[in-house]
């Protein structure tokens, strides 16, 4: 088994923004892409951001037994982690890199124990993380409303990642990220 990186943070707290900082600076690191059951957003692309799959061919997956981990994260939208996505990053012996919910991350952090870093990014309050989601202009006011409130819930499982980071400033939270990364990766 090789070693795995795990982030997780309520949506809007700048988690994707500083994962793909850290796979340009650490060439071993690959992403893992989850499987979702929800439609593309923007300029989402299959294979690339997400492997976007019907709800039934999701549930269909799950009956197989071909996800790691899995969960419906919103009624009728559920994400995953696909058993060949880690045997694939694996097989070409590099570092797995995975940007999933805060419950998925506990999951998988469990589910890989001390192979895995987990590094929770924390918004600076609950109030910037609202503005950096109305700012994205991806999604309507009530699906603001309920990303926040999951914040709310999400932001009590910090305690249960190996690490914390606030992200306020982003040069200084992708900084005090490699710092852990650096010594999780040489030990």
Request: aromatic share 10%; proline share 4%.
């Amino acid at each position: 088994m090789g070693k795995v990186i795990i982030f997780s943070a309520p949506s809007g707290s700048g988690k994707t923004t500083i994962v793909r900082h850290l796979l340009e600076r650490y060439p071993q690191f690959e992403f893992s892409i989850s499987a979702t059951s929800r439609a593309p957003r923007g300029q989402e692309r299959d294979g690339v951001d997400y492997y976007f799959l019907s709800h039934g061919e999701f549930m269909q997956a799950v009956a197989e037994n071909r996800f790691v981990e899995w969960e419906e994260v919103y009624k009728g939208t559920c994400y995953g982690t696909l058993r060949s996505e880690v045997e694939r990053i694996w097989a070409k012996g590099h570092v797995i890199v995975f940007d999933v919910d805060v419950v998925g991350g506990i999951n998988l952090k469990r589910i890989f124990g001390d192979d895995a870093c987990s590094v929770f990014i924390m918004p600076p309050s609950v109030e910037e993380l609202r503005r950096r989601l109305e700012g994205r202009g991806t999604d309507a006011p009530e699906v603001i409303d309920r990303r926040v409130a999951k914040a709310e819930f999400e932001l009590t499982k910090a305690p249960e990642f190996d690490h914390v980071v606030v992200n306020d400033c982003l040069d200084e939270a992708v900084c005090g990220t490699c710092s852990i990364l650096d010594q999780f990766i040489a030990r």
